[in-house]
């Protein structure tokens, strides 16, 4: 399993995954559009990374095929990502990661981290996990990981926990699904010194 820049080419594998309106609500607070369309989900990813410093990330097995993605957010340094196709990914990499969120204390934003359908139940998705983490406190240099997940998504919340995440705040009722209320968990890990 790697990690690379988030390239356009993905989306498809992307849309695959977020398959019924339940999981995109809990994948990305439906603040995209269901189903998922390209211009509009590029539009967010750029508006993001523009806005927030919040980069795109696709997660690969060994044979380059997508399995995941997550967007993250690094120290802030404004760096021109308009050719981050055509790196090569370590050097995309080192690009991401002077890009970021929080540069008064050194963390960085974990969020729409959503894993193949059809590789769920097999230990992927703690995988792809411990990559980001060791990518966040390594290559990246965070200080800290935060994220938010819903209190509904309990497996989710059980590999947060199992990679070293602790609920650092919960707010009941926060988000409307249909007929139905969530709460959102805050969740944070820290480097070990």
Known sequence: MKIRPYWKSDFDYIKEWDDNDKTHAKWCANLLQYP?????????????????????????????????????????????????????????LEVKADKGCNYDNNSGFLKFVILDNKERGKGFGKE?????????FGSANLSSVRLVVFD??????????????YETE?????????????????MNITRNK
């Open 36 to 92: 998922l369309i390209f211009h509009e989900f590029q539009k967010y990813i750029d508006d993001e990374e523009k806005k927030w410093n919040q980069c795109a990330f696709t997660v690969t097995r060994e044979d380059g095929i997508p399995m995941g993605f997550f967007c993250l957010g690094f120290k802030f340094e404004r760096r021109s990502l308009s050719n981050i196709e055509s790196m090569s990914a370590e050097d995309a």
């Open 128 to 136: 792809m996990l411990h990559k980001i983490i060791e990518y966040s």
């Open 152 to 165: 509904n998504n309990r497996s989710a919340i059980k590999t947060y926990i199992d990679a070293g995440f």
């Open 170 to 186: 919960h707010i009941p009722d926060a988000f409307h699904y249909k007929d139905e209320l969530w709460g959102r968990c805050f």
